[in-house]
């Protein structure tokens, strides 16, 4: 599944990234504000999200864009978030049980707790449970992610 291509970031464009920064922001009563790696994440992120990309290049975005610290606050949380959301459709095959695990093990790669080895052998784990997933036509993602669903989300 690792490297199954689709367009990952489709589920969650960058208008819907900053909404959930937002969102965490006003909620913790932090102003939201773009951090000194804005340009350059959001950039990565429109490109990318027009393309199929592998599963582990999507969450490397998610992870550099992380690194990058796109915003003055909560760049964890707002990727970690919305890797759970870009991996929802994609989980509908395992339990849940299995979904939470992938979807976990995803979001604490994406915020740089876990390692690329971890992350490959939790996927690869789950391979043959996800196989309906990775067979299946790619679902068109809605133009709008819901913001307030990636935002409840937490790492």
């Known amino acids: 599944m690792i490297h199954h291509e689709k367009n990952w970031l489709a589920a969650a464009p960058w208008s819907a990234v900053e909404k959930v ?69 994609s989980l509908k095959s395992l339990s849940p049980v299995e979904a939470q695990i992938v979807r976990t093990t995803c979001a604490h790669y994406v915020v740089g707790t876990i390692k690329a080895r971890e992350l490959e052998e939790v996927l690869n784990s789950f391979a043959a449970s996800w196989s309906k997933a990775q067979t299946a036509p790619a679902t068109k993602a809605p133009a709008k992610a819901n913001a307030t669903a990636l935002a409840s989300a937490k790492a």
């Open 21 to 89: 920064n937002q969102s965490l922001c006003q909620n913790k009563e932090t102003p939201h504000r773009a951090g000194k790696g804005y340009d350059a994440v959001r950039k990565l992120w429109q490109d990318a999200e027009k393309q199929p990309v592998s599963l582990r290049r999507a969450l490397d975005l998610m992870r550099q864009g992380h690194d990058l610290n796109p915003f003055g606050f909560f760049n964890g949380n707002t990727m970690a978030a919305v890797c759970k959301q870009v991996m929802e459709d």
